[in-house]
């Protein structure tokens, strides 16, 4: 992926409308591709391979400090947005204040659709909300992420007591400790997978879709200190 530094590239603004009146962008420019993220109304185009790409891609230009959601015209986007929404995109993640899921994927307005919770795990209200997106807003792939260092995780595995509804988290992680041990990165990484497996299978709307080949579902790990999301298989 490329910046938009070269003067050979539209300025910012022709970008982004070039962007709203198409698709994922991909400039020919002397012979060098500029591929772009996509933009609001982009997911339709995509397969769940290239959307599973695109969202990579952007953890790449995350890691590498060569964010470019924030070059997009927000004003422009936002008024295109207003209606309707055309996310290409959508993550489960933790509630975590340090998994920024936008700024990791460096997308901008309307591209990912977003359910947080602790411990990103899947519950009925988490179904809905990702079948929602799957079933009429489109995303082509659905990626439930675990974090290092996760505070849920954590909790689950000390299994102390904690006080209000906080322990209402532990059964849905329990089996992500039991498969993933005391680590709490094995835990993290194995609570992740069974959330993703969890809600190919609970949902029969996801699971639908995913046999249509039209979603893909994956777990992915965010590690905190570098700043990669690794996907896990
Ligand atoms: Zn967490």
Redesign the pocket.
Known sequence: MSKLVSDQVPSRRQFVQMGLAGAAVSLLTGGMELAFPPTAAAQSTLTPEEALAELMAGNKRFISGQLTSFEHDLAILKQHTVDKQEPFAAVLS???SR?PVELVFDQSIGHIFVTRV???VITPEIIGSLEYGAAVLGVKVILVM??S?????KATIQGKEVPGQISSLFPHIQPGVDRGGPNLEAA?KANAQIQATLLREASTVIAQLTKDAKVKVVAGYYDLGSGAVELLT
């Open positions: 933790c509630a975590d998994v602790a411990g990103n675990g974090h260092g996760c505070g849920a995780v993290a």
